[in-house]
């Protein structure tokens, strides 16, 4: 909005020459949702608590004392996260670019959905949506996301690179691309819906995939780039890098408030908002594997929750204490913030493995 606004005024004010660079708005629209949600996140926190008053806030994975623990911190703090990612994102993105829209409608789309599980959660509805049902909903939002992603994209809209081989390319074709994409972003928000289980565990790996995710936009949207480290180009891919800084400036800010001891949760609204943002930028940016390293540690936590239930029902036997992984060890009997910041350790290596790969092809 402020970027398509401005930028006319550029022939006859030179200083706004420098909101033409993605540089500047995305470190612009990173501090705009980190600022918007130091300021708007206290007024916010003591809505909640006035309206959730009595409600159970608390997800039913947690161990029983941590459960108890935690009960009384106000959830669906994802609304904040959603409001202040798309208001800085529609304030510093290029309104004409098509990824600037589809990434804000998945992400809207997605929100809605954990909206209506949390508030079923909170009016003693433990399920929330039925699990096909939310799977369905999802998989609707994400195929008419990825056929638009191809109708606006170029001829590589439907191909699958992978890292490491620069000349390993496979066409999956409209409807391949379709299924595959919809598996990558349905997976994505639901990993990070599985994560969000202790204070503060999915802010700082999201920021950091999303900050990375900001940097290979920036790469795949410029031809020079593209062509040294033989990874696809996407035209107009590049405002994907301010959608991504705001989001890491989104999820900075949260933190600030979900820093042990949290005063509020993200919730469902929050993790499938988050967790569809990064599947989304992948699908557009051509980087869903890198997705699966740099993310890696959802990637872990869902593994973790398919192994459990896989061997209970194959040999009625656990194989971790309790799903997903972060529980495990909180069972073992390591403290919250000691597994928190060990995760935050391990996200931020598998981002620089990650990034790593594009100059090993």
Same mark, same amino acid.
């Given at each position: 909005?402020?970027?398509?606004?401005?930028?006319?005024?550029?022939?006859?004010?030179?200083?706004?020459?420098?909101?033409?660079?993605?540089?500047?708005?995305?470190?612009?629209?990173?501090?705009?949702?980190?600022?918007?949600?130091?300021?708007?996140?206290?007024?916010?926190?003591?809505?909640?608590?006035?309206?959730?008053?009595?409600?159970?806030?608390?997800?039913?994975?947690?161990?029983?004392?941590?459960?108890?623990?935690?009960?009384?911190?106000?959830?669906?703090?994802?609304?904040?996260?959603?409001?202040?990612?798309?208001?800085?994102?529609?304030?510093?993105?290029?309104?004409?670019?098509?990824?600037?829209?589809?990434?804000?409608?998945?992400?809207?789309?997605?929100?809605?959905?954990?909206?209506?599980?949390?508030?079923?959660?909170?009016?003693?509805?433990?399920? !929330?949506?039925?699990?096909?049902?939310? =799977?369905?909903?999802?998989?609707?939002?994400? &195929?008419? $996301?990825?056929? @638009? #992603? *191809? /109708?606006?994209?170029?001829?590589?809209?439907?191909?699958?690179?992978?890292?490491?081989?620069?000349?390993?390319?496979?066409?999956?074709?409209?409807?391949?691309?379709?299924?595959?994409?919809?598996?990558?972003?349905? !997976?994505?928000?639901?990993?990070?819906? =599985?994560?969000?289980?202790?204070?503060?565990? &999915?802010? $700082?790996?999201? @920021? #950091? *995939? /999303?900050?990375?995710?900001?940097?290979?936009?920036?790469?795949?949207?410029?031809?020079?780039?593209?062509?040294?480290?033989?990874?696809?180009?996407?035209?107009?891919?590049?405002?994907?890098?301010?959608?991504?800084?705001?989001?890491?400036?989104?999820?900075?800010?949260?933190?600030?408030?979900?820093?042990?001891?949290?005063?509020?949760?993200?919730?469902?609204?929050?993790?499938?908002?988050?967790?569809?943002?990064?599947?989304?930028?992948?699908?557009?940016?051509?980087?869903?594997?890198?997705?699966?390293?740099?993310?890696?540690?959802?990637?872990?936590?869902?593994?973790?929750?398919?192994?459990?239930?896989?061997?209970?029902?194959?040999?009625?036997?656990?194989?971790?204490?309790?799903?997903?992984?972060?529980?495990?060890?909180?069972?073992?009997?390591?403290?919250?913030?000691?597994?928190?910041?060990?995760?935050?350790?391990?996200?931020?290596?598998?981002?620089?493995?990650?990034?790593?790969?594009?100059?090993?092809?």
């Amino acid at each position: 909005m402020f970027y398509n606004f401005i930028y006319p005024l550029a022939d006859h004010i030179s200083f706004f020459n420098i909101f033409q660079y993605l540089t500047v708005r995305s470190g612009a629209a990173l501090a705009t949702s980190f600022f918007l949600s130091l300021f708007l996140f206290p007024w916010f926190i003591r809505k909640l608590k006035t309206l959730q008053v009595g409600q159970k806030t608390v997800r039913d994975d947690h161990p029983e004392g941590t459960a108890t623990s935690k009960q009384g911190t106000p959830s669906m703090g994802g609304m904040m996260i959603v409001a202040t990612l798309v208001t800085s994102t529609l304030f510093w993105t290029d309104l004409s670019n098509p990824y600037v829209w589809l990434l804000v409608s998945t992400v809207l789309g997605f929100a809605s959905i954990g909206f209506v599980d949390d508030l079923l959660s909170l009016r003693g509805n433990k399920k !929330g949506i039925p699990g096909k049902l939310r =799977l369905l909903l999802e998989t609707i939002i994400v &195929v008419a $996301v990825s056929y @638009a #992603v *191809v /109708a606006v994209g170029s001829e590589n809209s439907t191909e699958l690179y992978l890292p490491f081989f620069k000349d390993v390319i496979f066409d999956l074709g409209l409807f391949g691309f379709m299924f595959f994409a919809t598996l990558v972003v349905v !997976g994505s928000a639901n990993a990070v819906n =599985l994560t969000d289980g202790l204070d503060g565990l &999915v802010s $700082v790996p999201a @920021a #950091v *995939v /999303a900050g990375s995710f900001a940097l290979l936009a920036y790469i795949v949207g410029r031809v020079d780039f593209t062509d040294y480290l033989h990874i696809p180009y996407v035209e107009g891919a590049g405002e994907v890098a301010v959608f991504c800084s705001a989001l890491a400036g989104s999820m900075l800010g949260f933190l600030w408030y979900n820093a042990p001891p949290a005063r509020i949760f993200m919730g469902d609204t929050g993790s499938l908002a988050v967790g569809s943002a990064l599947g989304t930028s992948a699908i557009i940016l051509k980087q869903e594997f890198l997705l699966a390293i740099i993310g890696g540690l959802f990637v872990l936590e869902t593994v973790s929750v398919i192994v459990q239930v896989a061997s209970f029902k194959l040999t009625g036997k656990r194989v971790f204490r309790m799903a997903p992984i972060h529980h495990h060890f909180e069972h073992k009997g390591w403290a919250e913030s000691t597994i928190v910041v060990r995760f935050w350790i391990i996200s931020i290596m598998l981002a620089l493995i990650g990034l790593a790969t594009l100059k090993i092809r």
